[in-house]
T-cell receptor
Framework: AQRVTQPEKLLSVFKGAPVELKCNYS??????LFWYVQYSRQRLQLLLR??SRESIKGFTADLNKGETSFHLKKPFAQEEDSAMYYC???????????FGPGTRLSVLP | GAVVSQHPSWVICKSGTSVKIECRSL??????MFWYRQFPKQSLMLMAT?????????EQGVEKDKFLINHASLTLSTLTVTSAHPEDSSFYIC???????????FGDGTRLSIL
């Protein structure tokens, strides 16, 4: 069965420091990976997806099939990046959508 | 664009009551909508996938007679929690997808509290 793990429940970094939110997955096929973000008192929203290969708000994520990872990175964290981040996997044909447990990022001034 | 509206945002009702939650895509048509449940301090758990004009596909362990899903149009899906009990209290979130290869867009969620 597909599974998404995010080992850190809470990650605190200082403003300007690099940040990496870890995500590992298990899936037998070729999944599509996403990062969703939820800012305080706002709805869940898509941050980025691996097939787009784009950088949103300075964040990037590379799919590493060998390590089955999709870590989210940003070289210089900002206070407004503080939020809950969820890694998610979608299986073949749009089925089997699974969220990870989430990591709360706190960027300190 | 791609706004999903969920209503109501908060419901408090007595045990045994049936509660209906609506999920609407406001500016796009959604052939597929998803219903999630989120317990406190836990991640979202997919309950069911709703396809317009056909029966919903439920995830393992989700009672389809307990959680009735109707997707009568391309912009509306409803989740009815029948004969709700305190253990059904949770945060329910819907999402909608404009197309098969499009990402999901989420509603604000509905907090359901059963007394």
């Amino acid at each position: 069965a597909q599974r998404v793990t995010q080992p850190e429940k809470l990650l605190s970094v200082f403003k300007g420091a690099p940040v990496e939110l870890k995500c590992n997955y298990s899936y037998s096929g070729s999944p599509e990976l996403f990062w969703y973000v939820q800012y305080s008192r706002q709805r869940l929203q898509l941050l980025l997806r691996h097939i787009s290969r784009e950088s949103i708000k300075g964040f990037t994520a590379d799919l590493n099939k060998g390590e089955t990872s999709f870590h989210l990175k940003k070289p210089f964290a900002q206070e407004e990046d503080s939020a809950m981040y969820y890694c998610a996997l979608e299986g073949n044909y749009g089925q089997n959508f699974v969220f990870g447990p989430g990591t709360r990022l706190s960027v300190l001034p | 664009g791609a706004v999903v509206s969920q209503h109501p945002s908060w419901v408090i009702c007595k045990s045994g009551t049936s509660v209906k939650i609506e999920c609407r895509s406001l500016d796009f048509q959604a052939t597929t909508m998803f219903w999630y449940r989120q317990f406190p301090k836990q991640s979202l758990m997919l309950m069911a996938t709703s396809n317009e004009g056909s029966k919903a596909t439920y995830e393992q362990g989700v009672e389809k007679d307990k959680f009735l899903i109707n997707h009568a149009s391309l912009t509306l899906s409803t989740l009815t929690v029948t004969s709700a009990h305190p253990e059904d209290s949770s945060f329910y979130i819907c999402s909608a997808r404009p197309g098969e290869v499009q990402p999901q867009h989420f509603g604000d969620g509905t907090r359901l509290s059963i007394l």
